[in-house]
């Protein structure tokens, strides 16, 4: 039986240039051998990216490789080398349409290749392990040791070789058929205190799709914010609200032109436990697909 190794770039492949940048460079037959797992595995590379680069288009391309090579049935799972950036986003949005029982896992590094002690090849050692073992189903990313779920995962720190965690268990949804992403239009827009309101306009402007909002608190924003966001829910147009809070729920309990209940009455809906990057994914997808948003979120 085989693990199959697909990878997009990411610091674990990187090695710093001549300025002392660090940009991808490895293949992923490098990345398999430095490794040092005694599993059968495939490999294939289909970017070669910073993940802060990683658009909907390559998240499109990740879903439906991930479809096609799980036909074959000699697999055993996946694995998907990425940056760090944005590994949360992409592990949710193959988790929201991933119907295998076999597992998809993610993995990357915070060290370059070229690192004199790099946490990569463990790390990529041990998703190859979670692949060929585990079953149930879903996406996971292994990362310091540690096999994670994708819906609430969150980067928590900038350095830390156990970057990642999941603050609190969520329920998984169904998942959803795959829809292509690309071409939506779904902005992040952040809250602070005393914003009038002037960058909510301008996006509300712009026709979106949706919109994820970054608020304060359990789901608050400024008055300014809030009536361009109760525009945009009498246009239709979906809002989400996620809060900048790194650990706790999204929960509707204040009142006034910014408090999330007064939006939550419009049609606003809270992204839960999710973060703003998760749950932009799951709005996107929900989008894409057609089904209600609170479904996902």
């Known amino acids: 039986m085989t693990v199959y190794v697909v990878s997009t770039g990411g610091t674990i492949a990187s090695t710093a240039d001549v300025s002392g940048a660090l940009v991808p460079t490895l293949s992923a037959d490098e990345l398999v051998a430095r490794s040092e797992t005694t599993r059968d595995v495939q490999t294939r590379e289909i970017a070669s990216l910073d993940s802060s680069s990683m658009g909907l288009a390559d998240i499109d391309r990740l879903r439906a490789l991930t479809s096609a090579l799980l036909n074959d049935d000699t697999l055993t799972g996946l694995v998907i080398t990425h940056g760090t950036d944005s590994l949360a986003e ?5 988790e929201l349409v991933h119907r295998d029982e076999r597992p ?7 060290r370059s290749a070229d690192h004199p002690h790099p946490d990569g090849p463990a790390n990529l050692r041990g998703a190859i392990e979670v692949a060929a073992t585990q079953r149930g189903g ?3 990313v292994h990362f310091g040791g540690a096999t994670l779920p994708a819906r609430g995962l969150r980067k928590r720190h900038t350095t830390d070789l156990d970057a990642f965690d999941v603050p609190v268990s969520l329920r998984r949804p169904m998942p959803v058929p795959a829809a292509p992403l690309d071409g939506l239009f779904v902005p992040i827009l952040r809250a602070w205190p ?3 309101g002037t960058v909510a306009h301008l996006v509300a402007s712009k026709s979106p799709d949706g919109v994820i909002v970054e608020a304060l608190g359990a789901g608050n924003v400024s008055d300014g914010t809030g009536e361009a966001l109760r525009d945009m829910l009498r246009r239709g147009i979906p809002v989400v609200i996620a809060t900048s809070a ?3 729920a999204v929960t509707f309990a204040y009142g006034g032109a910014g408090g999330g209940s007064t939006l939550g009455d419009l049609g606003a809906l809270p992204a839960g436990h999710l973060s703003p990057g998760q749950a932009r994914i799951a709005l996107l997808t ?6 209600n948003p609170s479904s996902l979120l």
Do not use: E, I, K, Q
């Open 90 to 94: 992409t592990a949710l949005a193959l």
């Open 104 to 110: 998809v896992v993610l993995t990357g590094a915070m």
């Open 138 to 140: 879903g996406a996971f």
């Open 194 to 196: 005393g914003d009038d």
């Open 246 to 248: 790194p650990y706790g």
């Open 286 to 291: 929900a989008l894409a697909t057609g089904v």
